[in-house]
């Protein structure tokens, strides 16, 4: 995707893999989830996530749509409802609203496919 990149490793690491190595994460752990940042900070924040629990629907992946990087109290949940407001007009529907410890919106796009707005 044009614009996104993957975060750089934390500090004192060359790479993520020597991260790994570094809190011991196994091998077949490591591709567990994957994090894509927009260069610019104009665009959400993109969190693949794997999930254990087997699905009947279409989904193949957990999708996070980040939109409240360094927000919190209303602030927060103020620009969560805008962005479910502006995906409903684009068709998307809600499924569920979440809240403890934080809101988080569980909606679904026109195909029934569910994703997190966060």
């Not at 998307?92 to 410890?101: D, I, L, S, Y």
């Amino acid at each position: 995707m044009a614009g996104y990149a993957f975060p750089a490793p934390p500090d004192g690491y060359l790479s993520w893999e020597s991260w790994a190595d570094g809190e011991d994460i196994p091998e077949e752990d490591r591709n567990a989830m994957r994090v894509l940042l927009d260069q610019h900070g104009k665009r959400p924040t993109l969190y693949f996530q794997r999930v254990p629990e087997t699905k009947a629907t279409k989904n193949r992946l957990h999708l996070d749509v980040k939109i409240s990087n360094g927000l919190s109290g209303e602030e927060r949940k103020n620009r969560i409802e805008e962005e479910v407001a502006r995906l409903m007009e684009l068709g998307a529907t809600v499924v569920e609203r979440r809240t403890p410890p934080e809101l988080w919106v569980v909606m679904a796009d026109v195909e029934g496919n569910e994703f997190c707005v966060v």
